[in-house]
């Protein structure tokens, strides 16, 4: 159970947040149930709770590629958009023994009421939320991050929906 940490209620400085996302990572790292490998998984990819069943690395490409579980029908007729290939961020090269050799695959459902229970102030949604704030934060392209999170291309939806800047930024 993680008590304490606040997720963007109202901005936080520079110095909240980094305090706030390491209290995160600690817990998810001490849970070595398959629901705190996998919100790392998630923290650090930028996929959906429910891309997590789909998700394969390669890496020898030093990449994942995961199903686009947010289709339009019109996008679902391009086989291209079916599935995206992303490169692994470090935090995952990190993980890559436990990702290997311990259980993180998780039903969607499953993972998303169980990660209510196991950590209270935190959601699936709120850990894909960080990534792509981080992501913005450390000046990384809004178009290329759409991409990498299963967006359409344009400003709207990572932009406005799910970057949450620091007040410090």
Same mark, same amino acid.
């Given at each position: 159970?993680?008590?304490? *940490?606040?997720?963007?209620?109202?901005?936080?400085?520079?110095? +909240?947040?980094? *305090?706030?996302? +390491?209290?995160? %990572?600690?817990?998810?790292?001490?849970?070595?149930?398959?629901? =705190? @490998?996998? #919100?790392? &998984?998630?923290?650090?990819? =930028?996929?959906? #709770?429910?891309?997590?069943?789909?998700?394969?690395?390669?890496?020898?490409? =030093?990449?994942?590629?995961? %199903? /686009?579980?947010? @289709?339009?029908?019109?996008?679902? !007729?391009?086989?291209? /958009?079916?599935?995206?290939?992303?490169? &692994?961020?470090? #935090?995952?090269?990190?993980?890559?023994?436990? &990702?290997? /050799? +311990?259980?993180?695959?998780?039903?969607?459902? &499953?993972?998303?009421?169980?990660?209510?229970? @196991?950590?209270?102030?935190?959601? !699936?949604?709120? @850990?894909?939320?960080?990534?792509?704030? %981080?992501?913005?934060?450390? #000046?990384?392209?809004? +178009?290329?991050?759409?991409?990498?999170? =299963?967006?359409?291309?344009?400003?709207?939806?990572?932009? /406005?929906?799910?970057?949450?800047?620091?007040?410090?930024?």
């Amino acid at each position: 159970e993680i008590s304490g *940490i606040t997720f963007f209620p109202k901005p936080l400085s520079q110095k +909240e947040e980094k *305090i706030e996302l +390491e209290k995160l %990572k600690n817990a998810l790292r001490s849970d070595r149930s398959p629901f =705190g @490998l996998a #919100g790392l &998984i998630i923290l650090y990819s =930028g996929i959906r #709770g429910f891309e997590l069943e789909s998700l394969t690395f390669d890496w020898m490409q =030093g990449t994942f590629t995961v %199903k /686009n579980a947010k @289709l339009k029908k019109s996008q679902k !007729v391009n086989p291209l /958009n079916l599935y995206r290939t992303v490169p &692994i961020f470090p #935090g995952l090269w990190l993980l890559r023994e436990r &990702i290997e /050799n +311990e259980e993180w695959v998780i039903p969607p459902r &499953i993972l998303s009421n169980n990660f209510k229970v @196991l950590f209270e102030t935190c959601t !699936v949604k709120d @850990l894909r939320h960080t990534f792509t704030t %981080k992501a913005r934060e450390a #000046g990384i392209d809004n +178009e290329l991050v759409n991409r990498w999170t =299963g967006h359409m291309p344009g400003p709207n939806q990572t932009a /406005n929906t799910y970057t949450h800047f620091s007040m410090d930024f």
